[in-house]
């Protein structure tokens, strides 16, 4: 697990394939920094890239604050088959099957289902095509079920329609922004299939 930034308030990391980032990954941090360890979002077990940890419970609400508000801005990467248009904003109903673990857009809001959005750019012209993915939402696996339900299914992501052979979606939580002590703190990281050059 790399380290990306570390103070008295946050823990910034680079969560690797496979490992839970709300058990696993808070339990390594606390071994390895002491103190408690407060998850304020998640990625998927198969899913990589930057997270943010809060180191106390002050950092923690002032985090959770801030996602409840849209100012923590997640940005991703993604590999997805096909080839999307150059640009867009998706907005979808999402409901999750949690006896199957699985998510489906649908029609009409009704209970348990949310709303989900994100903004997208094309950033090639290839199929597989490389996107960069702007989340206005956080929902369950919400990246990989609205590009697969308009028939772009992520890279490796065979729960959503890949019939490839990567063992994992290509998704990668690539930059979070966010505005912290009169400042905005950035991070990001790129996977070596994330880049354009």
């Known amino acids: 697990m790399e380290f990306l930034h570390t103070d008295k308030d946050l823990a910034v990391i680079i969560k690797p394939v496979g490992l839970d980032s709300e058990k696993d990954i808070p339990q390594q941090l606390s071994e390895a920094l002491g103190g408690q360890i407060y998850p304020v979002h998640r990625l998927d077990l198969n899913v990589a890239g930057v997270m943010v940890y809060a180191r106390n419970k002050a950092a923690a609400a002032a985090l959770s604050k801030l996602i409840q508000d849209g100012l923590f801005v997640k940005e991703y990467r993604a590999l997805v088959h096909g080839t999307p248009p150059a640009d867009g904003t998706w907005q979808d109903l999402l409901f999750k099957d ?34 960069h993915i702007t989340l206005h939402t956080g929902r369950s696996h919400q990246i990989r079920v609205q590009f697969s339900s308009r028939g772009f ?19 990668y939580s690539c930059r979070i922004s966010f505005p912290w002590k009169g400042d905005t703190l950035r991070f990001e990281s790129l996977p070596q299939w994330g880049r354009t050059s």
């Open 98 to 131: 949690s006896r199957k673990n699985k998510v489906f857009v649908v029609k009409k809001e009704r209970n348990g289902v949310k709303r989900a959005s994100l903004s997208f750019v094309r950033l090639n012209d290839d199929d597989p095509s490389l996107v």
């Open 153 to 171: 299914p992520l890279v490796g992501d065979h729960k959503y329609g890949s019939r490839d052979a990567a063992t994992a979606p290509m998704l």
